[in-house]
């Protein structure tokens, strides 16, 4: 856990996902929970140890199965946007039961947990914006265009530190599979770069802590899968057919070999998610 400002906290070392926490005079706010249970465990444990205080609320920036599923472990109220609730709701049982087996296969050492886990809605829900009292230092959360349905960012009172959650991901492939609109995103990326930002420090969802460089390379990724679907579009090429730009994409990242296989597929399953956004019978522009 690192202090990125006074009472700011990040943690960037849990395996997929960055963390962070707020910390006020009455307690601490939480946003985002890593998406391992065993490491969930050991940062709600880690809060406790550090501040002596309370985690009085749970902010999520998205609805991520996982981020959702170890969020419940930080035992606070989760807090998120309205839409980020309505998509969390329509999941079915069948579906967290997939989830979960999923993580048994992948993390087998996680198997304890994963026997009594589950998901949590979010019980505070805001539509537009809320700010957070009850730690004693006010938190913003606001709704954002970004890459899930119901994106929002955090930004704590009185230093410039934004926590934007997976609308930023920097040196990684970004997560696309359930982005509803990729053009509203690249405005929010865009609105990123205007002057007042230029020395906030931004906490992305995955990836290395940035600033306003970081969101242009995202913006062309974004923009060059949005040409390759096109094109795929235009010679009336299927869905399937976006595995013929995968490596083109995630040619432009440094990963390690034995992470290559599920980032690849994290590019395909984007650039189907792109594919059918931009199918021209929902006449986008």
């Known amino acids: 856990m690192r202090e990125i400002a006074p009472n700011v906290y990040v943690s960037i070392e849990y395996k997929y996902v960055n963390v962070g926490c707020v910390v006020g005079p009455d307690g601490v706010v939480a946003i985002d929970a890593p998406t391992l249970p065993r490491d969930a465990l050991e940062w709600r444990e880690q809060i406790g140890e550090l501040f002596d205080r309370p985690i009085v609320y749970t902010a999520l920036t998205d609805a991520h199965p996982h981020r959702l599923l170890c969020a419940a472990l930080l035992e606070a109220p989760i807090v998120a946007s309205r839409g980020a609730y309505e998509q969390a709701a329509d999941r079915s049982r069948g579906f967290w039961r997939n989830v979960v087996r999923r993580l048994r296969r992948n993390h087998p050492d996680q198997e304890d947990i994963l026997k009594t886990v589950e998901p949590e809605l979010p019980s505070l829900l805001f539509s537009n914006t809320m700010t957070l009292h009850k730690a004693g230092r006010d938190v913003k959360l606001e709704v ?17 530190v934004m926590f934007l959650g997976d609308s930023l ?28 930002l230029a020395e906030t420090i ?72 792109v594919y059918d956004e931009l199918a021209p019978d929902k006449d986008c522009e």
Not at 169 to 195: F, I, N
Request: net charge positive; proline share 7%; glycine share 6%.
């Open 144 to 160: 954002t265009d970004g890459a899930a349905p119901g994106s929002s960012w955090a930004k704590p009172q009185d230093v410039d």
């Open 169 to 196: 991901v920097v040196g990684l492939p970004p997560v696309m599979e359930e982005c509803p609109d990729t053009k509203a995103w690249l405005k929010t990326l865009t609105s990123l770069r205007r002057s007042h």
């Open 202 to 273: 931004f906490v992305p969802g995955r990836g290395a802590l940035s600033g306003q460089s970081a969101t242009e390379p995202l913006s062309e990724y974004i923009r060059v899968a949005r040409r390759r679907v096109r094109s795929l579009h235009r010679a009336e090429k299927s869905r399937d057919d976006v595995i013929n730009y995968v490596d083109e994409l995630l040619a432009v990242f440094s990963l390690p070999d034995e992470a290559r296989s599920g980032y690849r597929r994290r590019v395909r399953n984007g650039l189907k998610q």
